[in-house]
């Protein structure tokens, strides 16, 4: 039966081709696959057409599979369970798995999550690994986009649309003063805040924190005398 068209063989139809093959029965495969009869008599000649070849003729106690179909029968298992494997995302089981991990964060951050973190994972990941960076060559949402960055934590980043979010803890800001500083003997007051220069730090080593943009919206500004990267 040569191929009576150029139509695109349909992967969709190979489960069925499976079903007809092991039912030899087109009402049966029909009932295996919850489907009516007619729909699955279509499905067939389908096939026929895509593999060029009558796959299942009638004989003296039923439908008989043709040499085609045979060797089709052998291999559907694999080709099926390959095809499956594609479609499907894999699986993740942390006691087997051995990948490493990309984690952007300040060193604050690091300190606060991390010994819990690797205990945890001693005990239910033992190959995982992780990379802990301070902040990557490339902007932190395109490299989290493009993969190369696999979780950001305590980092603002601009244009995350896309991005899942999720608040892991709240902490508090606090004030530090070098010890016996003049202003650390009574309680701090916005003017004394903003008259004094401030270390700022920022995890990309550049432009406004979030201190900047709320005193921004009370039409204030603070001197930053020091940036810096790490806690």
């Known amino acids: 039966m040569p191929r009576m068209n150029n139509e695109p063989p349909d992967l969709a139809l190979l489960p069925w081709l499976r079903l007809l093959l092991e039912e030899r029965n087109v009402t049966r495969a029909a009932e295996r696959a919850g489907t009516s009869q007619p729909s699955m008599s279509r499905a067939l000649a389908r096939l026929r057409r895509m ?13 008989v599979p043709t040499a085609r179909a045979e060797a089709l029968a052998s291999a559907l298992p694999s080709v099926l369970g390959e095809v499956e494997r594609l479609v499907r995302p894999p ?11 990309v984690i952007v964060t300040a060193d604050y951050v690091s300190f606060a999550f991390l010994p819990a973190l690797l205990r945890r ?31 950001a934590i305590g980092v603002d980043i601009a244009g995350s649309r896309g991005l899942y979010r999720q608040r892991l ?12 500083h003049p202003r650390a003997k009574r309680p701090l007051s916005l003017a004394d805040y903003l008259a004094l220069p401030h270390a700022m730090v920022t995890l990309t080593g550049r432009g406004a924190g979030r201190v900047d943009a709320a005193l921004e919206r009370m039409g ?3 001197t930053v005398a020091l940036r810096v990267q790490p806690f």
Not at 51 to 63: I, K, N, Q, T, Y
Not at 91 to 101: G, H, I, K, N, Q
Request: aromatic share 8%; hydrophobic share 45%.
């Open 91 to 101: 699986l993740f089981d942390p006691a087997t798995a051995a990948e490493r991990f």
């Open 51 to 63: 593999f060029g070849d009558a796959l299942l003729v009638r004989g003296p106690s039923g439908l």
């Open 169 to 180: 803890f709240d902490d508090d800001f606090a004030c530090l003063l070098r010890r016996g």
């Open 121 to 151: 994972l001693r005990r239910e990941a033992p190959s995982i690994e992780l990379d802990i960076r301070n902040a990557p060559d490339m902007e932190i949402a395109d490299a989290l986009a493009k993969g190369a960055v696999d979780l």
């Open 220 to 222: 204030r500004a603070r």
